[in-house]
């Protein structure tokens, strides 16, 4: 897929407040690691991952996605009149039907013209969801659109750790399918693309590239209903990365790029291993590329999206940056974005300022 008219325009964050760390999280596995007289520290020093955050309990991933929505549309300044599109593309969401993208879409008083639907693809959606807006963008069909996705991860975490506290069948093999649940974070981004008439900064999205191997969709599942998930962490690790090779050798074919033309780099943030070995793997240097790993662990479908909302805001990226944003999830299926970077979100200009020019834009 080639765009030639669509802009990555704003991006808009929500952080939860609870900070959760590994230590903490082992803490609570006393049972389980004394029984298997497990070291301590173990989690931490397998992931990389020092801590995570949680919503609190109970919360809806709608109502987090709104305030997340909510800034990204005002930090683009683009008039709200002129959005034709919501996705909400996170795992988590309200309820199965209706779409979780309508309660967001009222609060937020979008057009009744906007398309308005889920998308769930594992730890891609929120990256779906950008190709499909990119695509209706490019086509014309719409100006602008949001998408979104709220990750919610302290249930997961919460029914692991009972299960592998209970489970005293559990050994120090059959553990390891359950580690990966305990990486788990929270987080809310949304994205807002928009044409090139409409854009501020003319930051392109250029490219999307796809790639899959689902003769491995079953090394990463979730156990009905019960939010467990049972996860073969280095076999997918190992899959993941070849699909992910391939991938974005159809990407650098696609741009015309080299190796040595990728300035920035985003990846999906699952660990310290999965992301040192995808590295060296695509033949990329660490040092161009931007995690959130030790302090968020693996948000999911937000991992990506918001780690370069972080990275953009931090000033990871510089006008002239050719960045590749570097999606793998389970499946196993690879997304691969590639933009052309020109400027940073404007800090100075403040919200209220944004609003009023948005009223005034067509």
């Known amino acids: 897929m080639r765009y030639r008219s669509v802009c990555l325009e704003a991006f808009g964050y929500t952080l939860p407040d609870e900070v959760v760390t590994s230590a903490e999280i082992e803490a609570r596995l006393v049972p389980l690691y004394h029984r298997l007289r497990l ?8 992931s990389g991952i020092r801590e995570r955050r949680f919503f609190a309990p109970g919360t809806r991933p709608g109502d987090i996605s709104i305030k997340s929505a909510h800034r990204a549309i005002v930090a683009s300044g683009i008039n709200p009149k002129l959005f034709g599109a919501i996705v909400h593309g996170s795992v988590c969401r309200d309820f199965l039907e209706p779409a979780t993208a309508c309660h967001v879409h009222e609060r937020l008083q979008l057009p009744n013209e906007c398309v308005i639907y889920d998308v769930s693809n594992a730890c891609l959606g929120i990256l779906n969801g950008i190709v499909q807006v990119a695509n209706m963008i490019e086509l014309g069909q719409i100006r602008a659109g949001v998408v979104v996705g709220t990750e919610c991860g302290r249930e997961l975490v919460e029914n692991t750790i009972k ?21 788990i974070g929270s987080a809310s981004v949304a994205v807002v693309l928009c044409d090139e008439q409409l854009s501020q900064t003319d930051n392109r999205i250029t490219h999307a590239i796809v790639h899959c191997d689902t003769t491995h969709h079953n090394l990463c599942q979730s156990r009905g209903l019960d939010t467990v998930m049972d996860t073969d962490s280095e076999t997918l690790m190992r899959r993941g990365i070849e699909v992910g090779v391939e991938t974005f050798n159809r990407l650098l074919g696609a741009t015309g790029w080299e190796i040595e033309n990728v300035d920035k780099t985003f990846c999906h943030q699952v660990g310290q291993q999965h992301r040192k070995l995808l590295l060296d793997s695509l033949g990329l240097c660490p040092s161009i590329d931007y995690t959130t790993l030790p302090t968020l662990g693996n948000t999911g479908a937000a991992a990506l999206p918001i780690t370069m909302a972080l990275g953009a805001e931090k000033g990871h990226l510089e006008a002239g940056d050719r960045v590749a944003m570097l999606g793998i999830g389970s499946g196993v299926n690879c997304l691969m974005l590639a933009a052309q970077w020109q400027r940073n979100p404007d800090s100075e200009t403040t919200s209220e300022e944004k609003l009023a020019l948005a009223t005034s834009r067509r």
Request: aromatic share 0%.
């Open 39 to 46: 070291p301590e520290g173990r989690l931490e020093l397998m």
């Open 163 to 183: 299960m592998l506290n209970e489970d005293r069948s559990l050994t120090r093999e059959s553990i390891k399918n359950s580690m990966a649940s305990l990486t």
